[in-house]
């Protein structure tokens, strides 16, 4: 939600190639992994980069879900106020965010290890229920 408003600013100010550009900042690799990274490579301290790679896989899973949802409602309750053309090209762009998140996704696997590790602890977080009975 905190990258809404830049993205609105983005469009307004450049149009779709400031709209897609923010939008491909949003998925980068910030600052925290950096120095994550640094401090894994000086000292033996995984946690951080891990921490940051578990952040990173959440942004990329919840974005591309969002924007799942969005074409869903774009097909379903957009389409009869818009029409056709509008419905088409509102799914195209929100196939490239898809898109974009996916790429993502697939980039992450390349730091190997800590991002298997990182993987599993998110998968389990999402698992694990938050109060007895739930499943």
Known sequence: MRNTPRMIDAARDEGGVGYRREAQR????????????????VLPINGPVERALADQLELALCL????????SYNRTSLSPQLGSRMT???D??????????????????AVGQLY?????????????PTRPGDA
């Open 88 to 90: 088409k090209i509102l």
């Open 92 to 109: 195209s762009v929100l196939r490239s965010r898809v898109e974009m998140a996916e790429q993502a996704l697939n980039d992450m696997p």
């Open 64 to 71: 591309r879900a969002v924007i799942e949802r969005l074409r």
């Open 116 to 128: 298997d590790r990182a993987r599993k602890a998110f998968t389990s977080a999402v698992r694990t």
């Open 26 to 41: 949003i998925l980068e690799v910030g600052s925290n992994h950096q120095i994550a990274k640094l401090l894994q490579r």
